[in-house]
């Protein structure tokens, strides 16, 4: 995605991964959608599915039974369908402050390669591929998911009315820790609600990193975050969010009766955590962005001790 001189091509966005296949193949006339969509920066798909995951394989390591893989799939496309039409009705309701934003004034609404009226139809597009996946679910599982488009509605607007609108955020994004157990079970109980719990931290842990990257702009244009809120303790701002993480999926491991597997996942998991917030420097923001897409990884190591622990569970029942 560069010009022949070698300088970026101007719709490609400075958070976008650059290689994706998505941006390279589809022809021009798609990309500001697959933007939108945001298809080119695939770690908020993975973040909004994780919990999902984590959810789903708590639920398996409960019941002593294997994974649910035909969830585990359907969640995925979920994730991608939904992060995609929350993401456009986000750039609806920013497209002015991002167009005062020197990160986000390229995106397809402010820059004017999106029409509003497009990215409305757009947006209901997705919503109805996740709306395929929610009714695929059993009838509480359904209930449950159409709660949180309440959340999804609000998230907006908290930077403006708050400086914990990565609390707001937390809620929506982690909402997967509720569905992958609810999926399974039919009902909520007390170890999906501290997964949910542990991910809603998880959440405001890694996008205040990510809020990292706009402080200065967000400070001019008054615009709020847990990241200028903490200033010169945004370590320790972290640093309690994600200890908060933890001791929330430790009592859900604990109540599951988790075996050494699930364990070592979670210590993993803290470890991966301990080091994002060794490595955090305020002022850069190309480490901020390389610690937020860490988190993909850090997600990943949790669910692979949670789905190894079910599988082994599997074995012995």
């Not at 022949?4 to 589809?26: I, K, M, Y």
């Not at 994600?242 to 859900?252: C, D, K, N, R, V």
């Not at 991966?272 to 480490?287: N, V, Y």
Request: proline residues 4%.
């Amino acid at each position: 995605m560069t010009s022949p001189s070698g300088a970026q091509a101007p719709d490609l966005l400075p958070d976008s991964v650059q290689t994706h296949f998505a941006l390279r193949l589809a022809p021009p006339s798609w990309r500001p959608f697959l933007q939108l969509a945001r298809i080119d920066r695939p770690i908020g798909w993975w973040l909004l599915l994780l919990p999902c995951w984590w959810s789903s394989a708590l639920a398996s390591v409960a019941r002593h039974e294997s994974l649910y893989l035909s969830h585990l799939a359907l969640f995925l496309i979920g994730a991608i369908a939904m992060r995609g039409a929350g993401s456009t009705y986000n750039d609806l309701v920013d497209r002015e402050i991002d167009a005062k934003v020197e990160r986000t004034r390229g995106r397809p609404l402010p820059s004017g390669r999106v029409s509003v009226r497009a990215a409305k139809i757009f947006m209901l597009a997705q919503c109805g591929v996740g709306a395929l996946v929610l009714f695929s679910l059993n009838r509480v599982a359904v209930l449950t998911g159409l709660a949180s488009l309440l959340i999804v509605a609000a998230y907006p607007f908290m930077k403006r009315i708050t400086s914990w609108p990565q609390a707001v955020l937390g809620l929506a994004f982690a909402y997967g820790g509720l569905m992958g157990w609810v999926a399974i079970e039919g009902s909520l109980a007390a170890p999906a609600f501290l997964i949910y719990l542990a991910a809603i931290f998880w959440t405001m842990g890694y996008d205040t990193i990510y809020a990292l990257q706009d402080a200065r702009d967000d400070a001019l244009i008054g615009v709020r975050s847990t990241a200028r809120l903490f200033g010169d303790h945004v370590k320790v701002g972290i640093g309690a969010l994600y200890a908060a993480a933890l001791a929330a999926a430790a009592a859900a491991l604990w109540l599951v009766g988790a075996g050494v597997a699930g364990w070592a996942g979670l210590a993993a998991f803290a470890a991966h955590l301990a080091w994002q917030i060794g490595c955090i420097e305020p002022s850069d923001t190309a480490r901020s962005l390389m610690l937020f897409r860490a988190n993909r990884n850090a997600g990943l190591i949790l669910f692979a001790g949670l789905a190894l622990n079910a599988l082994l569970n599997f074995g012995q029942s």
